[in-house]
């Protein structure tokens, strides 16, 4: 009885071994799995990133251009105005 324990002891402390062992290759191939879809996360969003900070740029160019030209117009409708001796427009736009 006490040698059919012993190994029942031995049994199961072997497969809790074997569990641990795979848990912590289970963990180190998480681990590497992560790394692995970081990079390709970042090798594929590096070229949209870039795209996207052009368009950016690009956005804010054609921003600040109509934001001249808006008060480019407004000065020429106010002088026009002046030399009229036109009401200016009473809303400010």
Same mark, same amino acid.
């Given at each position: 009885m006490v040698r059919c324990n012993f190994f029942l002891?031995?049994?199961?402390?072997?497969?809790?071994?074997?569990?641990?062992?795979?848990k912590s290759t289970d963990i180190g191939f998480q681990k590497i799995i992560k790394n692995e879809i970081q990079k390709t996360i970042k090798t594929e969003f590096k070229p949209i990133k870039s795209? $996207?900070?052009k368009m950016r740029k690009d956005i804010?160019? $054609?921003l600040s251009l109509f934001d001249r030209e808006y008060i480019d117009l407004r000065q020429r409708v106010e002088r026009i105005e002046e030399h009229l001796n036109l009401p200016s427009n009473p809303s400010g736009n």
């Amino acid at each position: 009885m006490v040698r059919c324990n012993f190994f029942l002891i031995a049994e199961h402390i072997s497969l809790c071994y074997s569990s641990i062992s795979m848990k912590s290759t289970d963990i180190g191939f998480q681990k590497i799995i992560k790394n692995e879809i970081q990079k390709t996360i970042k090798t594929e969003f590096k070229p949209i990133k870039s795209d $996207m900070g052009k368009m950016r740029k690009d956005i804010d160019t $054609m921003l600040s251009l109509f934001d001249r030209e808006y008060i480019d117009l407004r000065q020429r409708v106010e002088r026009i105005e002046e030399h009229l001796n036109l009401p200016s427009n009473p809303s400010g736009n």
